[in-house]
């Protein structure tokens, strides 16, 4: 495997099944107090975007395996970026600090661009509209854990499908998987993009573009939610056109079928109602909490070291 993380179609499904099992087994050693597998190493987090869940989960992961974490705020403006350095100096320098970068940036490619430079594995946490192939990460563990398996099952994506680069990468590795169904329900201004139905396409998955929420929620076994990403609209007008047009509550939730699943990447901006996290099949902050352990397991496949040591 590629040791940079850059985006989802890198991965094959052995690749993907070694990934599950290797977070399956960072599961156990978290709950058991942590190990000192990756004691000695440094993790730098570069965040150019805000984040809660991915640069906590992915520091918190360093922690449990002993390592050590280095980090700026918002490197947009602690960073030598406010002074015009440019992405690929900034990682030349942290990449001879740091073992590992994880990064998170605000244009597509931006990882690409690092991983050229980096003379350590860069894990992409986010660029821009494009990919999140950690989170892809997480929600196929998410998926394997909530449900037994992710063969054969029907998932509907939900919200802003342009912007929301969760879903692209989701999109991309549960192609790896047999019989899977993909509901795209999305606001008519931000549809699930061309590039992505092309790839499903060459993979001969099977999807469907459909805008009623309620006939889409009765027929799957997890709805995934997104939120619009008002940050990244060309205009207010436009973000109003797909803000608030498909909220999950607990009415839709009453159509669904009992053994389905709601998941959320979060951060959530009103298209989950709080009335639904009592629900059992509201799967959402379990999903954040799996975070923590596929990324241990991503960790420590980036600096080589697979197998845990107390
Ligand atoms: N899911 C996710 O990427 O959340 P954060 O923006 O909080 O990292």
Redesign the pocket.
């Known amino acids: 495997m590629d040791r940079h993380i850059l985006g989802a179609k890198q991965f094959d499904r052995s690749g993907l099944e070694s990934i599950l099992s290797a977070a399956r087994a960072m599961e156990q050693v978290a709950r058991s107090g942590g190990s000192q597998l990756l004691a000695g190493k440094i993790m730098a987090s570069l965040f150019f975007e805000?984040?809660?869940?991915?640069?906590f989960s992915f520091e918190s992961a360093m922690t449990r395996l002993g390592g050590q974490v280095i980090s700026t705020e918002n490197a947009s403006q602690f960073s030598s970026a406010i002074k015009g350095e440019t992405l690929e100096d900034t990682i030349r320098v942290i990449s001879s600090y740091a073992d590992v970068i994880v990064m998170r940036h605000y244009e597509i490619g931006a990882a690409a661009r690092a991983a050229h430079v980096s003379t350590v594995p860069i894990l992409n946490?986010?660029d821009g509209a494009g990919e999140?192939p950690t989170?892809a990460l997480l929600d196929l563990y998410t998926i394997e854990k909530e449900l037994g398996s992710i063969d054969g099952i029907s998932i509907a994506m939900v919200g802003d499908l342009t912007y929301g680069r969760?879903v692209h990468s989701l999109a991309y590795v549960l192609a790896n998987f047999r019989d899977v169904t993909i509901w795209f329900t999305a606001p008519e201004n931000t549809p699930i993009p061309q590039t992505v139905k092309e790839y499903l396409d060459e993979k001969g998955v099977r999807y469907y573009e459909e805008s009623d929420l309620r006939q889409v929620a009765e027929r799957v076994d997890v709805l995934y939610q997104t939120r619009v990403q008002k940050e990244r609209f060309p205009s207010q007008e436009e973000y109003e056109k797909a803000a608030g047009r498909y909220i999950v509550d607990k009415e839709l939730m009453d159509r669904m079928k009992r053994t389905s699943i709601v998941m959320h990447?979060?951060?959530r901006a009103g298209e989950i109602t709080p009335e639904c996290d009592a629900d059992p099949r509201a799967a959402y902050f379990r999903q954040?909490e799996n975070g923590v352990y596929v990324r241990m397991a991503l960790l420590a496949q980036a600096l080589g070291e697979n197998q845990a040591k107390e």
């Open positions: 805000p984040s809660t869940r991915t640069r946490a986010g999140h989170q969760t990447p979060l951060p954040a």
